[in-house]
């Protein structure tokens, strides 16, 4: 049989798209150690800005506030997510109907739409503004995207094991605990990780719910880039890059992050 | 709490509607302590909706569940003493073989060494010793479902319930489970109620069986009771090839325990049946295929019919032979005879169909 001929146009196309995508973050990294002042050209390599940058105590607030508020955020949504999705199941069709409409409107409503929404609402009933209201801000997009990916495992995994519990002597609290929260971790994981990095890289909702005080580090990128670009935010700009990447890149290496249409490695030892 | 010996399932006046549909119609069964009693019915008349409304997993609409003589229709599912063997066995992804069958054992405080040994006796019992450590997703089918038996079964309950548990095996391994449950039930004393579809494997397996169709209970008896003597005309056809003769009562013996029944052949024979029909209604003379041979093969007593024919097909299969016979009033019987009986048959001869109406049953005209 002919051997049969390589997409090649695909695998260029694939090549130019994925330069696109990660030639400026590349920039972005070597920049961050370009010793050129107005990084015109490669001036040798230099720890300056991530020596700048690290004793910059704003950078490093706002570095801080940025985790408080990602982490915050994900507790949040994760475990609202969770009982939307535990809720949705026992629910009637009305009911589930209603719960889909907000959940899904939440994820096509823009983001500028919702932050600007909250922002007027603060307003009127006189909520200060701060760390508080952008987690809240974020946790209302965040828990959707959440809830659907909770929701999409808990479909796979039916009833049945629940029933099995059930059978087997275990209470409603036992079966939850013993049973369906751990057949749900690793979708439950997925969630939290993709929250943490939605929350961290969010301007939107910062910017409108962070009042004067509040300033997470995407903000204040938004702020310096404005006046020029300094070789200062090259190396927030990393910075903030490693704090996202590092948890996800662990997991693929350790092979925990579920990935789609891939057994875990567990399963693939073959049974013998 | 009293026990009642004589009865292990009760179940009265079981109920169960989806919406307009009645999946489940005033059920009344008594399962006898330590039988292997088997639900048998074709999909959708209602079995696995018994079984889980036993289990308490399925809320009754109507009608009461006792299990040893106590009334549990109210308990809920993780407080009633049975435990379920599911079809798709539901083991537990996140546990190892041992875990799943430790959960049940866990929910009742049993931990540590005894629970342990438990564990092991049960994994040993069901031939999967070696495996204790292995997840449920490295296991072949037939060890999933050993598994699962050995999960339920370690908790001695009082009723196992076993909803079509072979419907995924091959062959060869559904004959290997037959023959392991067979054994465990033997061995444990445990009453079995099973549902299935299969006719043969629920003769194979069963002290007694339960007929169901449309959510109603057709007939409950041994295998051979079901199978010689069918309540109608559902279960005469579900449990195996029958064929059927029309005639005309002409009279009644014995109040009702036998017929002589007019044929449309012309003939009278004298049928055994239940009391019912009356003189003058028409009625089925079933007769098995393998009740009817190919004459004249000296089997010929007083009490034999012989009635003239035609071969109109034959199929070898091995040890029988299936003969299709058309008789003088051009009806068609199956005829299940002995190879040697029909070697030198060839489509279209004239041949003789002989049976004796004692090992045949009377049943009422079917409708239509």
């Known amino acids: 049989m002919k051997a049969r001929r390589r997409p090649r146009i695909a695998s260029v196309f694939t090549g130019i798209v ?3 995508l990660y030639v400026p973050i590349g920039l972005v990294v070597v920049n961050s150690f370009n010793a050129d002042e107005r990084l015109a050209s490669w001036g040798g390599a230099t720890l300056r800005w991530w020596g700048e940058t690290m004793s910059d105590s704003r950078v490093l607030d706002d570095l801080r506030l940025s985790l408080v508020v990602a982490v915050a955020t994900t507790v949040l949504s994760v475990t609202l997510a969770l009982a939307d999705a535990l809720w949705w199941r026992s629910a009637s069709p009305r009911a589930r109907r209603l719960l889909d409409g907000v959940v899904f409107a939440r994820i096509v ?8 929404g909250l922002f007027l609402g603060a307003e009127q009933f006189d909520i ?15 828990s959707a995207y959440a809830t659907v990916l909770i929701q999409a495992r808990l479909s796979t995994m039916g009833n049945g094991l629940e029933d099995a519990a059930a059978d087997l002597g275990a209470p409603p609290g036992r079966v939850l605990r013993g049973v369906t929260l751990p057949v749900l971790a690793p979708s439950v994981l997925a969630a939290a990780l993709m929250v943490l990095t939605f929350s961290l890289d969010d301007v939107v909702v910062a910017q409108f719910l962070g009042g004067t005080e509040a300033e997470t580090l995407p903000v204040l990128l938004l702020g310096k880039i404005r006046l020029t670009v300094s070789p200062e935010v090259n190396a927030i700009g990393t910075a903030l890059m490693l704090v996202t990447a590092l948890p996800i890149i662990g997991l693929l290496v350790s092979g925990k992050l579920p990935v789609p249409g891939r057994r875990s490695q567990k399963a693939e030892r073959s049974p013998r | 709490m009293t026990r009642d010996p004589l009865s292990a399932v009760r179940l009265r006046g079981l109920t169960r509607r989806f919406g307009s549909v009645t999946a489940v119609d005033n059920v009344d069964l008594d399962v006898a302590p330590g039988e292997f009693f088997s639900l048998l019915g074709p999909s959708g008349c209602g079995k696995t909706s018994i079984l889980r409304m036993i289990a308490g997993l399925l809320p009754e609409t109507g009608g009461t569940v006792s299990l040893g003589g106590t009334d549990v229709t109210d308990l809920p599912a993780h407080r009633r003493p049975v435990t379920t063997v599911f079809q798709d066995y539901a083991l537990f992804p996140h546990l190892d ?8 054992l866990r929910q009742r405080g049993g ?3 005894d629970a342990r040994s438990q564990v092991d006796a049960m994994l040993e019992q069901v031939g999967l010793s070696g495996r204790a450590d292995a997840r ?7 060890q999933r479902q050993r598994v699962a038996l050995a999960r339920s079964l370690v908790l001695r309950p009082e009723v196992l319930l076993l909803d079509e548990p072979l419907g995924a095996l091959d062959l060869a391994l559904r004959k290997q489970m037959q023959v392991l449950l067979r054994r465990l039930q033997r061995e444990t004393g445990t009453t079995f109620v099973h549902v299935t579809h299969d006719q043969a494997e629920a003769f194979m397996m069963s002290d007694r069986v339960a007929i169901l169709s449309a959510g109603r209970v057709q ?3 041994t295998p051979a009771e079901v199978y010689r003597r069918p309540a109608n005309a559902f279960v005469a056809s579900f449990v195996g090839e029958v064929n059927r003769l029309a005639g005309k009562v002409t009279a009644v013996h014995d109040g009702g325990r036998c017929y002589d029944v007019l044929l449309s052949t012309g003939r009278t024979v004298l049928v055994p049946g239940d009391p019912g029909p009356l003189s003058g209604d028409a009625v089925d003379v079933v007769v098995r295929p393998e009740d009817l041979t190919l004459g004249p093969d000296g089997l010929e007593g007083p009490d034999a019919v012989t009635m003239d024919a035609t071969v109109a097909d034959l199929v070898f299969q091995g040890p029988a032979t299936v003969i299709w016979a058309r008789l003088a009033d051009d009806s068609v019987v199956t005829v299940s005879a002995a190879a040697r ?4 048959l060839a489509v279209g001869a004239a041949t003789s169909v002989v049976w004796r109406p004692r090992e045949s049953w009377l049943l009422p005209a079917a409708a239509a």
């Open chain 1, 18 to 20: 994925l330069a696109a």
């Open chain 1, 109 to 116: 409503l823009p983001e500028i739409v919702l932050a600007l």
């Open chain 1, 128 to 142: 200060p503004l701060g760390t508080a209201t952008i987690v809240i801000g974020q946790a209302v997009f965040c």
């Open chain 2, 97 to 104: 073989v041992a875990g799943n069958v430790a959960f049940g």
């Open chain 2, 111 to 113: 931990r540590g060494r």
């Open chain 2, 136 to 142: 449920p997703q490295e296991l072949s089918g037939g």
């Open chain 2, 219 to 221: 007939q409950v008896g």
């Open chain 2, 341 to 344: 009986i029909a070697d030198h």
